[in-house]
């Protein structure tokens, strides 16, 4: 990977960029928005901040304008759901996506071969590939010395595991390299209960650490004895079918049809334990 991300002043652009939406001409100020709550503290009307948002948010009432919006799925998810074609075709924003689509005028190929090439892959939601590109505009034009996240909450299950780790490193690469960040207060980015070790400690909390360690170590031994007494269940169950199968060809005399009884035996888990040696016949 290249190490771009951490030159300062600026770098090369990449071929093609001059092209590209509000080349530039960006901002020195940029707002990336999201779907959570707080998409409705965004100050629509200050016109220093240069807004992208996802191009979700366009169906929000709270929605008021953007410079540029990000549809950044596979065609099958836009052209298999009518409502979020039409949602698409609807706006006038400059839209960036996989690729420009002839039926979407305002779409515009979002440049991932140079944000991959120059950048870490390492990506698990919209948002990211929108930092990624505003710390190459910061890079290569000098946009973006303040980056504001509205809407951007990343709490809910899938986001917390998946997406927000992938949003801190992108954000820890904006803060090294200077950009002022500001989030929006309530979401969970670079959140934390306390200093670790500092704020919110007790005395109490290595004891209970190791009480939870003991605890989950029981209920592991507690799921493999589970599984062991299911399996000797199991066995035993396949030992009463093997023991009602012998006693009936014993109650009904065919033992003697079955061939003489050491073979019997031989094939058996059960008739060892049961027949005396002696009553054992062998071959003639």
Not at 66 to 79: G, V
Not at 114 to 130: K, Q
Not at 229 to 244: D, I, N, P, S, T
């Amino acid at each position: 990977m290249s190490d771009v991300i951490y030159k300062r002043p600026l770098q090369p652009q990449f071929k093609g960029q001059d092209k590209l939406p509000l080349a530039g001409k960006h901002k020195r100020k940029l707002i990336i928005a999201g779907t959570a709550d707080t998409m409705a503290m965004i100050p629509w009307t200050d016109e220093s901040y240069e807004i992208w948002a996802v191009a979700q948010c366009s169906t929000f009432p709270v929605f008021k304008r953007a410079d540029i919006l990000f549809e950044l799925h596979q065609e099958s998810y836009w052209k298999g759901t009518p409502n979020v074609l039409e949602r698409i075709k609807s706006v006038k924003y400059p839209t960036y996506m996989m690729k420009h689509y002839r039926e979407i005028p305002h779409s515009v190929k979002f440049p991932i071969d140079e944000m991959t090439r120059l950048y870490r892959r390492y990506h698990t939601t919209s948002i990211t590939y929108m930092m990624a590109f505003a710390i190459h505009l910061y890079l290569t034009e000098g946009s973006f010395e303040h980056i504001a996240f509205f809407g951007v909450h990343m709490a809910a299950r899938e986001e917390y595991t998946v997406q927000r780790p992938c949003c801190e490193y992108w954000m820890g690469i904006m803060e090294g390299l200077g950009i002022d960040v500001f989030l929006a207060p309530g979401g969970s980015l670079l959140a934390s209960d306390g200093l670790y070790a500092y704020e919110g400690y007790h005395p109490a909390i290595p004891k209970m650490r190791l009480r939870l360690d003991g605890l989950r170590m029981g209920a592991v031994q507690r799921e493999q004895e589970k599984y062991h007494a299911e399996y000797m269940r199991h066995k035993q169950l396949g030992a009463v079918e093997e023991c009602e199968h012998w006693l009936r060809l014993f109650q009904t005399g065919e033992i003697l049809k079955e061939g003489s009884t050491a073979k019997l035996v031989q094939k058996s888990t059960i008739l060892p334990e049961i027949l005396p040696e002696e009553t054992i016949i062998g071959d003639d």
